[in-house]
């Protein structure tokens, strides 16, 4: 299964604390040698102040070793600069949790008013610095491993500091940071939302920059979206939204995709398949497309899966693609809780296409394309027929599935082919344009993007 981990290009765009739960992970899947993945781990923590973990880590790397001496000499200047930091803030949250002052910021979370600013340094002399040294304090502690402290900080910084403030930006990627690793799933989405709209708004940087932020997004997004219960739905929609309406305007995240990420296809494809709302006919017929287009710098089981099913219509080749997708689901560490939900719906979907080619099934044939036994493949099918999902009946003498009628009238099929033609054209010229305009500095651009990308993350660095 190493062939298909994505830890390797998922872990260059997250933060290093954020790569720790998927080592976690893969320690418990066996699929790499252990020794490999606590030198990994080890090797992470070198960059961090969590001396007492990479302690552990180096334990067990060497059973019989003596704890290393720089590391008992960084534990002490880490202790040092921890009581200092917090010496200097603590005078500011002394201040802020009186009640008025707790009240003004509450208040000021939703303005951009430096009004609690200039009430906290009126009533209770805290100083800019001050709150300088609270942003500092933060990363500290989270680089320390406390993340719920590290979350209530920089929440209280983004609330006394306007929107264009400096360390504004850091600020929303490590609250972010904090709450995925806290697993507080809500908090998360509301920090996730807020900095993407931080992202959107922003006009003060490079346009390399500016892909840089969206790659970055669209890989811990992963967490939220996963987790979260509006997360699949959300993860459709930031990815095909513009692809699947009228106007059918540029989709900056989709642009971001394939650019950088194409691996992220994946993920992209199993919350198509997953989630019933999104999975319909066009929203399937875009992201095959985006599939097929980007084939030459991805491929896995999942998106190999849609293209039997949709490109090349081969049922067989679903069905054998459908039995790896099974061990690419339990062995990812985003995937894994979903897997039962992916084949379930993967299932379907072939039923739904083998359905349109054919008006008499026998059973048994079609139990061997959905992986299952003939009386799991009748009962299944009773279900679907029961919830008014499928137009069919079962002749249980002859062991067939009979379709009902589903043909389309020759009216109804030129609407059809001929629905949205006007924009899509339209948007086919503008595309034409804009890849004109650009083709000529695009080299340069794909040439800085591979030197200035190495790794670097927004919030600890």
Not at 360 to 378: F, G, T
């Amino acid at each position: 299964m190493a062939e298909y981990d994505l830890t390797a290009k998922l872990g260059r765009y997250f933060d290093r604390h954020l790569v720790f739960p998927l080592l976690e992970f893969l320690t418990e899947r066996n699929i790499f040698d252990e020794k490999e993945i606590l030198q990994a781990k080890y090797d992470l923590l070198q960059f961090t102040t969590m001396v007492d973990f990479q302690l552990d880590i180096y334990k067990k790397l060497h059973p019989d070793g003596q704890e290393p001496m720089e590391l008992i000499e960084k534990r002490e200047g880490i202790v040092a600069r921890f009581n200092e930091l917090s010496e200097a803030v603590q005078p500011l949250l002394d201040a802020v949790v009186t009640e008025d002052a707790a009240r003004l910021i509450e208040h000021q979370r939703n303005s951009d008013s430096m009004f609690t600013l200039d009430y906290l340094k009126e009533k209770f002399n805290i100083e800019r610095s001050m709150v300088n040294d609270l942003y500092a304090f933060a990363r500290y502690v989270y680089d320390c491993g406390d993340y719920s402290r590290a979350a209530t900080n920089l929440g209280l910084y983004r609330a006394l500091v306007p929107n264009n403030d400096k360390n504004m930006m850091s600020c929303l990627w490590g609250k972010l940071a904090s709450e995925i690793l806290m697993q507080r799933w809500e908090d998360a989405y509301d920090d996730l939302n807020r900095l993407k709209d931080a992202i959107e708004t922003s006009n003060s940087r490079s346009s390399l920059e500016s892909l840089h932020q969206r790659t970055w997004f669209i890989h811990w997004s992963l967490f939220v979206y996963f987790n979260h219960p509006k997360g699949r739905d959300d993860l459709v929609q930031l990815f095909l939204s513009s692809t699947s309406s009228p106007a059918n305007q540029t989709n900056l995240y989709l642009n971001t995709l394939q650019t950088t990420a194409p691996h992220l296809l994946r993920y992209l494809a199993a919350a198509v398949i997953i989630n019933p709302r999104k999975k319909n006919e066009r929203t399937l017929r875009e992201l095959v497309k985006i599939i097929q287009q980007e084939s030459y710098a991805f491929r896995d089981p999942i998106t190999e899966f849609l293209e039997c099913l949709y490109v090349h219509f081969d049922f067989d080749g679903a069905q054998k693609k459908l039995r790896d997708c099974t061990a690419v689901l339990n062995n990812d560490f985003f995937l894994v809780g979903c897997a039962e939900e992916f084949m379930e719906n993967a299932r379907l979907l072939i039923f739904e296409t083998f359905c349109r080619i054919h008006h008499c099934i026998k059973i048994d044939m079609l139990a061997e394309k959905l992986n299952m036994s003939p009386d799991e493949a009748e009962r299944w099918i009773v279900n679907l027929i029961r919830n008014a999902s499928l137009d069919a009946k079962i002749d249980s003498q002859q062991g067939t599935v009979v379709m009902g009628s589903q043909a389309l009238s020759p009216y109804q099929t030129i609407i059809e082919k001929t629905k949205n033609l006007f924009n899509r054209t339209q948007n086919l010229a503008q595309n034409s344009e804009r890849k004109r305009d650009t083709n000529a500095n695009w080299g340069n651009y794909q040439t800085q993007l591979s030197q200035t990308n190495s790794g670097i993350v927004p919030f600890i660095e």
